[in-house]
T-cell receptor
Framework: DAGVIQSPRHEVTEMGQEVTLRCKPI?????LFWYRQTMMRGLELLIY????????DSGMPEDRFSAKMPNASFSTLKIQPSEPRDSAVYFC??????????????FGPGTRLTVL | EDKVVQSPLSLVVHEGDTVTLNCSYE??????LLWYKQEKKAPTFLFML????IEKKSGRLSSILDKKELFSILNITATQTGDSAIYLC????????????FGTGTRLAVRP
């Protein structure tokens, strides 16, 4: 299996522009998580999906952030308009729960976002 | 407020040393605690702990959970330069669905 795939790996954009991050989870996994990592705040959960349905988006910073999962193999995280404080590494992770404690989350390589 | 606190924040040791990383938590309805290793890229899974007093071991790494005192330790013996990384602790709570709450991590540097 190729693991969790994220694109792009690096994104540099200017303030005010729209940014779209993409994620392909591991095939068969029914949970998908979006995280943001910064030096100051560490790893923060933004939103997660179960069977393509958003379950908890309480970590989404504000209305400029939105996430979708149109099918089991694809999710997007969009920032519009982007701001310099959004600069961070954004990770996507997926897992599979089989009626027990949550399985381990497998992380993608991350997207390093820089907003100038 | 649920908290996961790791200590120390950073650590520098020499090859061959033994290190102990700490993770304490204050959460409601604890379910499990997980350790991850993050090198240059994404975190990779190390251990999941759900029961007190049962040591999980993988090579030179081991971890144990104390649910009474609300902490876990990660031990690395005979450290190597390849152990240099950020070690993340995360807690899953029954009340929070399936999400993990991460600590800020311990940055370990192993010098030759």
């Amino acid at each position: 299996d190729a693991g969790v795939i994220q694109s792009p790996r690096h994104e540099v954009t200017e303030m005010g522009q729209e940014v779209t991050l993409r994620c392909k989870p591991i095939s068969g996994h029914d949970y998908l998580f979006w995280y943001r990592q910064t030096m100051m705040r560490g790893l923060e959960l933004l939103i997660y999906f179960n069977n393509n349905v958003p379950i908890d988006d309480s970590g989404m910073p504000e209305d400029r952030f939105s996430a979708k999962m149109p099918n089991a193999s694809f999710s997007t995280l969009k920032i519009q308009p982007s701001e310099p404080r959004d600069s961070a590494v954004y990770f996507c992770a997926s897992s599979f729960r089989d009626r027990g404690p949550v399985d381990t989350q497998y992380f993608g390589p991350g997207t390093r976002l820089t907003v100038l | 407020e649920d908290k996961v606190v790791q200590s120390p924040l950073s650590l520098v040791v020499h090859e061959g040393d033994t290190v102990t990383l700490n993770c304490s938590y204050e959460v409601t309805n604890f379910r499990s605690l997980l350790w991850y290793k993050q090198e240059k890229k994404a975190p990779t899974f190390l251990f999941m702990l759900t029961s007190s007093g049962i040591e999980k071991k993988s090579g030179r790494l081991s971890s144990i959970l104390d649910k009474k005192e609300l902490f876990s330790i990660l031990n690395i013996t005979a450290t190597q330069t390849g152990d240099s990384a950020i070690y993340l602790c995360a807690v899953e709570m029954r009340s929070s669905g399936d999400k993990l709450t991460f600590g800020t991590g311990t940055r370990l540097a192993v010098r030759p």
